[in-house]
């Protein structure tokens, strides 16, 4: 197995307008492995997260220095074209984005944008990734009705098989969970940790419970830059930092 | 204080049901006012004939003429603005999202086109006709219509694609999504029923306008042919019918109201029928 870290970040400064958003962050993160990114509102995870598919270039005056590599390949270079980057991270929002369009044709976009058109083999991969998301039962019978008559749960689901259908080796999370029951975060969670022996996921999350549950590497933001990082027993059984611990006591939101 | 607010709200509200009450009002005694004055002389032979000889001294003919110029006109009209239009609001919406300052300015220069009135376009197409020595016909009123509308076209259609939430940009972005593939392929889809809204609005300006048509789409008793043939118009053919002096063909002029009127109704009425059969793909955020 390939120890090598799968995304390494070095000295990234992120600036938007005159607000520096992420101070200096440097991270290597673990192949196939959960990497939880915890932290307080508006420390910066989000953003960090979103650079590593260079959604951040969405932001309007944006600055963004420092190197970030994956698979040894530098993806803020500008000429690097995107697209290809983008598809290789699938992404969960806090809350899920379905297109509008049928349940079917949510998985089945992003094989035709990238030019696998063949009916046979669409409908293979529509149910092979529906089934990966445990989504294929409660939708096999209806797989043309519109992506908004399911439930968010389902939804957040379907976005996940959406993601994984355009066959990425990273997953990107930003607090999948958020905005769902329960139940079907318990179904989000247990699918990464399957989910995990295939891929390298990154996490956003403000839970701690959720954290100390799914992580393999926890790194702590707080205001932009990296308090601590760690793997996960040590950070939460010998956290190193004053701010750390802190967090981790609950003291501060 | 608890008084105070009660008698607040019972202000307003009144003050909101007045003006509903007028704008239902002034809309009632319109319709009112067309129907009772032009109903008696709307005649199928009205709405089936061309003008014969000495219709406009109230003999036998129709407006058939400006029924099919004023349809030919708008239709065209609104097909190239939708042409022209869909693309420019699609781009400054996806395209251009990280650039809001030229956005703005964009907006505000198609806001400003929007309120310039369309006797300027008239007598701007009339000039640019006689430079290059174009008689009026039809294409000249379509080409001049569509500059009209075409401002109406794009920000109607940019209004909607605003209220697209950016986690669905960045969600089409990271399937591996071009801009353009998002822009028609995501955005379009999302906002069909409002995409039809626009085009319906532009064609509804664009077949009741007769500023605009009056100097380059001309006027002729004919059904056009040609591209290159003036062409009649409903509100041409109301205005003309409306200075005779003869109370019949001023009647008439009314009941050629109440087509237009009745045109205007049947798009709306099918825009409302197409932008919810639309709706179902939509995603409610």
Redesign the interface.
């Known amino acids: 197995m390939n120890n090598q870290p799968k995304i390494i970040i070095k000295n990234l400064d992120l600036n938007i307008g005159k607000l520096h958003i992420l101070k200096n962050i440097n991270l290597d993160i673990p192949r196939n492995k959960i990497t939880v990114i915890l932290g307080p509102s508006g420390c910066g995870k989000t953003t960090l997260l979103k650079s590593l598919n260079r959604l951040t270039d969405l932001y309007e005056d944006i600055d963004v220095n420092g190197n970030i590599y994956i698979n040894n390949d530098d993806i803020l270079s500008a000429k690097r074209e995107i697209t290809d980057l983008r598809k290789n991270m699938g992404l969960l929002s806090q809350r899920p984005y379905p297109l509008p369009m049928n349940i079917y044709d949510n998985i089945a976009y992003g094989l035709r944008i990238s030019g696998r058109k063949k009916k046979k083999y669409l409908n293979k991969r529509v149910e092979h990734y529906l089934k990966q998301a445990n989504l294929w039962e409660e939708v096999k019978d209806r797989l043309r009705e519109p992506a908004s008559s399911l439930s968010i749960g389902q939804q957040q689901r379907l976005c996940l098989a959406r993601g994984l259908a355009v066959d990425p080796e990273i997953i990107l999370a930003d607090e999948p969970t958020s905005a769902l029951d329960p139940l079907s975060s318990q179904v989000i969670e247990e699918k990464f940790m399957e989910l995990k022996q295939h891929y390298t996921i990154i996490m956003v999350t403000h839970i701690l419970r959720q954290a100390k549950r799914m992580a393999d590497y926890v790194v702590f933001m707080y205001l932009g830059e990296i308090i601590e990082q760690a793997p996960v027993k040590e950070f939460f059984e010998n956290p190193k930092m004053e701010k750390t611990k802190l967090y981790i006591g609950g003291s501060f939101n | 204080m608890k008084n105070f607010k009660i008698i607040e709200e019972n202000i307003f509200r009144g003050l909101m049901l007045i003006s509903s009450a007028i704008i239902a009002f002034a809309l009632l005694l319109i319709i009112y006012s067309i129907f009772s004055k032009g109903l008696s002389s709307l005649t199928w032979e009205m709405i089936s004939q061309t003008p014969k000889g000495g219709f406009y001294f109230g003999k036998e003919g129709g407006i058939l003429n400006a029924i099919i110029g004023s349809l030919y006109l708008s239709i065209g009209a609104t097909f190239l603005a939708f042409i022209i239009g869909l693309p420019v609001a699609l781009y400054i919406n996806v395209h251009l999202?990280?650039?809001?300052k030229i956005v703005n300015i964009i907006r505000f220069l198609l806001d400003l086109l929007w309120g310039v009135p369309s006797i300027v376009y008239g007598a701007f197409g009339f000039t640019i006709m006689i430079y290059f020595g174009i008689k009026t016909s039809l294409m000249a009123g379509i080409i001049v219509v569509t500059l009209l509308i075409i401002p109406i076209m794009i920000r109607g259609i940019d209004e909607v694609l605003k209220t697209v939430?950016?986690?669905?940009?960045?969600?089409?972005?990271?399937?591996?999504?071009?801009k353009s593939?998002t822009a028609y392929?995501?955005f379009l889809?999302?906002c069909i029923p409002g995409v039809i809204t626009a085009v319906l609005l532009s064609l509804g300006r664009g077949i009741g306008d007769a500023a605009s048509v009056l100097f380059t789409t001309g006027y002729t008793d004919n059904i056009p042919t040609s591209l290159s043939q003036p062409a009649a118009t409903l509100p041409l053919s109301i205005f003309f019918q409306l200075s005779s002096p003869i109370p019949e063909v001023q009647n008439r002029a009314y009941a050629s109201a109440i087509v237009l009127t009745i045109i205007i109704l049947i798009i709306s009425i099918l825009s409302r029928i197409f932008a919810r059969k639309y709706q179902?793909?939509?995603?409610?955020?």
Do not use: D, H, R, W
């Not at chain 2, 960045?170 to 071009?178: D, I, V």
């Not at chain 2, 179902?280 to 955020?285: E, G, L």
């Open positions: 999202y990280k650039n809001k939430p950016i986690g669905l940009m960045e969600a089409s972005f990271s399937l591996g999504s071009t593939e392929k995501v889809k999302q179902k793909n939509k995603i409610n955020f």
